[in-house]
């Protein structure tokens, strides 16, 4: 069974920073695509980022280009997002997810197979 568990969620002034990351077990390939997700209160789900494992291909929401990264080792089964100069607006649950994956590009977000639970992250003005 494939489990996605995403962690390292909290509480952070503006400015400050949070590293999320993201567990994987049960997944035996490399080549999987990761994405970061995230729903605001009273918001639809908006990607935030995602990385090709075998491309190394990344995308960015424009909203939080410059200030988040995406990584992933394969090795581990790990990703993070490491995000810096949050703003309040980046308040929500933070969702990782995972699908089998070839492409350069990232699959579009209907296209993720495993979820994990979320991770909760606000910012304070």
Same mark, same amino acid.
């Given at each position: 069974?494939?489990?996605?568990?995403?962690?390292? *969620? *909290?509480?952070?002034?503006? $400015?400050?920073? /949070? @590293? /999320?990351?993201?567990?994987?077990? $049960?997944?035996?390939?490399?080549?999987?695509?990761? *994405? =970061?997700?995230?729903?605001?209160?009273?918001?639809?789900?908006?990607?935030?980022?995602?990385?090709?494992? @075998?491309?190394?291909?990344? +995308? +960015?929401? +424009?909203?939080?280009?410059?200030?988040?990264?995406?990584?992933?080792?394969?090795?581990?089964?790990?990703?993070? /997002?490491?995000?810096?100069?949050?703003?309040?607006?980046?308040? $929500?649950?933070?969702?990782?997810? /995972?699908? #089998? =994956?070839?492409?350069?590009?990232?699959?579009?977000?209907?296209? +993720?197979?495993? =979820? *994990? #639970? $979320?991770? #909760?992250?606000?910012?304070?003005?």
């Amino acid at each position: 069974e494939v489990k996605v568990v995403e962690s390292g *969620g *909290g509480l952070v002034q503006a $400015g400050g920073s /949070l @590293r /999320l990351s993201c567990a994987i077990s $049960g997944f035996a390939g490399d080549e999987y695509a990761i *994405g =970061w997700f995230r729903r605001a209160p009273g918001k639809a789900r908006e990607t935030v980022s995602c990385i090709s494992s @075998r491309t190394g291909d990344t +995308y +960015y929401d +424009y909203s939080v280009e410059d200030r988040f990264t995406i990584s992933t080792d394969i090795t581990k089964k790990t990703a993070h /997002l490491q995000m810096n100069n949050l703003k309040p607006e980046d308040t $929500g649950v933070y969702y990782c997810a /995972l699908r #089998q =994956w070839y492409g350069s590009a990232c699959p579009s977000t209907s296209m +993720y197979t495993y =979820w *994990g #639970q $979320g991770t #909760q992250v606000t910012v304070s003005a």
